[in-house]
């Protein structure tokens, strides 16, 4: 594993089984399998964000949760800083988890209702550090309030959920994923749910304690924009697979695979005076149940030919760095 990769996901694979009613199996009918992540192979870079982009449906969280051991992959290797977390038990993966944390979207449901600001931060601290006094604990829960904007630190402490605003919310669900310490935090959609006037400051303060802790971000979103504020490098992900990675102004500058040229045209531009957004390509992302033979964009993808219903395209790097999933990607280079 190069010295700079603190992740390496190697042919991930989750697939979960569709649940089957009792006369389904009397009638012998084979299990049929949700291929939510299906062969999926990328590195994260120590202090990078890295973004996985994708709409509802791509396998975008599914694969963040495998990465941490939150879901066990049906088939794959997650590597992080040179163990091999899919071969770790149980009780070796969770002292693993000190190191990576997770930012959940809706912070009112991953926060406890009924424990306030201080027990609900400490909580990961009494896990992770039992030596810690609950002086010291309490010291380190302030001071993580303090970094994250809840001052007077004193005053948060005792706060419960529903005293806070949304925005309030979620900087106490990232001290408690900060306050133990990790080396990576999966970011999923953690803006996604707080109002436009504070999404940037949580952006901003996500960047800050990044810099400052030397953190490593799997940062997950459906949204371009959102990704291109705060990530370095993005993959994009379709029906359970990675069609195109690349830095982010590689990507934005020259978009090789026809799904993200339709993310790309898709995003709002904030000018009324400018032409305005083109919709998706039709059609809804197909049934994962039984995803479209060759390239699974096929069914919507305005460039597809005879030989995209029939061979996969396999990931190819056609730039430095930069690689895509499509079988005439290469027209579109500079
Ligand atoms: Fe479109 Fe074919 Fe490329 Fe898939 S391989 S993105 S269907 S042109």
């Known amino acids: 594993m190069p010295e700079d990769n603190l ?9 979960f089984p569709k649940h089957t009613s009792l006369l389904d199996r009397f009638l012998g009918m084979e299990r049929e399998y949700v291929h939510a992540v299906d062969g999926v192979s990328f590195a994260i870079r120590r202090g990078e964000v890295f973004g996985l982009v994708g709409e509802s449906g791509s396998g975008k969280t599914t694969t963040g949760r495998a990465i941490l051991g939150l879901t066990p992959p049906t088939e794959g290797r997650v590597i992080f800083d040179d163990v091999d977390l899919t071969a770790l038990d149980k009780t070796s993966l969770r002292k693993m988890r000190r190191r990576m944390q997770v930012i959940f979207q809706d912070p009112m449901a991953s926060l406890n209702p009924r424990m306030s600001l201080g027990e609900a931060i400490g909580y990961g601290l009494r896990i992770h550090f039992p030596q810690l006094s609950s002086d010291e604990r309490r010291d380190r829960v302030t001071g993580m309030l303090d970094k994250v904007g809840l001052s007077p630190a004193n005053y948060f402490y005792n706060r419960f959920p529903h005293q806070l605003s949304g925005g309030q919310r979620q900087r106490a669900v990232i001290a408690r994923a900060l306050v133990t310490q990790p080396e990576l935090v999966l970011a ?10 504070v999404r940037a400051l949580l952006l901003d303060l996500m960047n800050r304690l990044k810099r400052e802790f030397n953190l490593t971000y799997l940062f997950i979103t459906h949204d371009l924009a959102t990704a291109k504020y705060i990530c370095d490098r993005i993959g994009i992900m379709y029906l359970g697979k990675l069609v195109e990675v690349a830095p982010l102004r590689e990507l934005y500058t020259y978009p090789l695979h026809p799904y993200t040229q ?4 898709a995003v709002p531009i904030p000018d009324p005076h400018r032409r305005r957004t083109k919709p998706m390509p039709k059609g809804e992302i197909p049934n994962p149940i039984h995803p479209p033979a060759g390239c ?4 919507r993808c305005p460039l597809a030919q005879d030989i995209c219903s ?14 895509v999933a499509c079988h005439f990607a290469e027209q579109f280079l500079p």
């Open 7 to 15: 992740v390496l996901v190697e042919g991930l694979r989750k697939w």
């Open 188 to 197: 999923d959609e953690p803006i996604a749910m707080a109002d436009v006037s």
């Open 262 to 265: 339709a993310l790309l045209a």
């Open 296 to 299: 699974r964009f096929h069914p």
């Open 310 to 323: 029939a061979e996969e395209p396999p990931l190819v790097e056609l730039r430095p760095g930069h690689t």
